[in-house]
């Protein structure tokens, strides 16, 4: 039996936690140098590491988010379907938005190769 869904877990929880702690060079360090991000803040993509440090620098300018896995959901290609709760605030401290929304996530060698925002399914067998 392979530990690869409880280790994919791990490295997306350790993600999702440094990105929560303002700690840059620790997510990047669990994506790959290619990796495509969405600009959930202002549409549209980035691509490769440097590119997601500068979008969220400004993103952390302008908005204070926090996202918390809730579920992880296998899909198909060894996709994985994160069920988030996210809330975001002006810098003020008062919240702006707060909803569960969908990350998917692919994965290449142990490290994050995409992130794409996405509805929740109504029911998904979970990982």
């Not at 929880?13 to 702690?21: E, G, L, Q, V």
């Not at 918390?68 to 899909?75: A, G, I, L």
């Amino acid at each position: 039996m392979s530990d690869r869904p409880a280790l994919q877990i791990k490295l997306l929880r350790a993600a999702y936690a440094a990105f929560n702690a303002r700690d840059i060079d620790a997510a990047l360090a669990l994506m790959t140098p290619d990796v495509a991000w969405p600009k959930a803040f202002k549409g549209g993509f980035v691509r490769g590491t440097e590119e997601v440090r500068a979008y969220w620098t400004e993103q952390w300018s302008e908005i204070d988010p926090h996202v918390e896995p809730v579920c992880f959901y296998s899909e198909e290609g060894g996709r994985i379907l994160v069920d988030v709760h996210q809330v975001v605030r002006d810098l003020g401290g008062a919240v702006l938005s707060d909803e569960h929304v969908g990350h998917r996530f692919t994965l290449e060698h142990g490290l994050i190769q995409a992130m794409e925002v996405c509805p929740l399914p109504s029911s998904t067998p979970k990982a």
